[in-house]
């Protein structure tokens, strides 16, 4: 079991370029969440996904947003025409939680994102 | 809206004493109820859940218990250590869905 984990750990970039993120869950983790943390707060939430069906994502995240996860195992975050205030750390987390049986999550790393 | 209200100022005890951080919510009681810690730079770590029928939980040195009539649940660390120092974050999932709510966090700061 390696954990979550999250690449890039680390991205700069400019206003306007498009940003990409991967985050690869713990093996056989049918549930994979993405959320987004600034400094002093909690984890915020943005999308979730149960195997590679997309069932829930917030009203706060814009059309700029999108994620995927093509074959139920890793997923990309993509945020296009990068902003000032998309700067954060963008953090991944997977479950093993099957039906309605309540969800440990195991958090990645995260990715910090800092639009110049 | 949900809302999780947890103090936002930093707690500072003294090592061997109990911290007990607050989480209070709004609207009504969700299905169950996590804390996490966090350190600086890192991912949550998951520590204890507790259910709406359940009134508390333990593990090692963690107590939870939650409330729903007062809709607050206290996290307590006995025998606190300067280990224990990190931000503790509270967080609700409700019934039916899938979205998890965390709160702002409480900073614990244990001095030896």
């Known amino acids: 079991d390696t954990g979550v984990s999250q690449n890039p750990r680390h991205k700069i970039t400019k206003r306007g370029q498009n940003v990409t993120f991967r985050c690869d869950p713990i093996?056989?983790?049918?549930?994979l969440y993405w959320y987004r943390q600034t400094l002093g707060q909690g984890p915020e939430f943005l999308t979730y996904?149960?195997?590679?069906?997309?069932?829930?994502k917030s009203r706060l995240l814009s059309d700029r947003f999108s994620a995927e996860r093509p074959k139920g195992s890793f997923s990309t975050l993509e945020i296009q025409r990068t902003e000032q205030g998309d700067s954060a750390m963008y953090l991944c987390?997977?479950?093993?939680?099957?039906?309605?049986?309540?969800?440990?999550?195991?958090f990645g790393p995260g990715t910090r994102l800092t639009v110049l | 809206s949900q809302k999780i209200e947890q103090n936002s100022e930093a707690l500072n005890i003294q090592e061997g004493k109990t911290a007990t951080l607050t989480c209070n919510y709004t609207?009504?009681?969700?299905?169950?109820l996590q804390w996490y810690r966090q350190d600086p730079g890192r991912g949550p770590v998951f520590l204890l859940l507790?259910?709406?029928?359940?009134k508390e939980k333990r593990k090692e040195r963690l107590k939870v218990t939650f409330d729903t009539t007062l809709k607050q649940s206290l996290f307590h660390i006995t025998a606190s250590q300067p280990a224990d120092s990190a931000t503790y974050l509270c967080?609700?999932?409700?019934?039916?869905?899938?979205?998890?709510?965390f709160g702002a966090g409480t900073r614990l700061f244990v001095k030896a």
């Open positions: 987390a997977s479950s093993a939680a099957r039906g309605g049986r309540a969800d440990t999550q195991y």
């Open positions: 093996s056989e983790h049918n549930r």
């Open positions: 996904f149960q195997n590679e069906a997309q069932l829930e």
């Open positions: 609207n009504y009681s969700p299905a169950y």
């Open positions: 507790i259910r709406e029928n359940e």
């Open positions: 967080a609700l999932v409700y019934t039916g869905g899938f979205k998890t709510i």
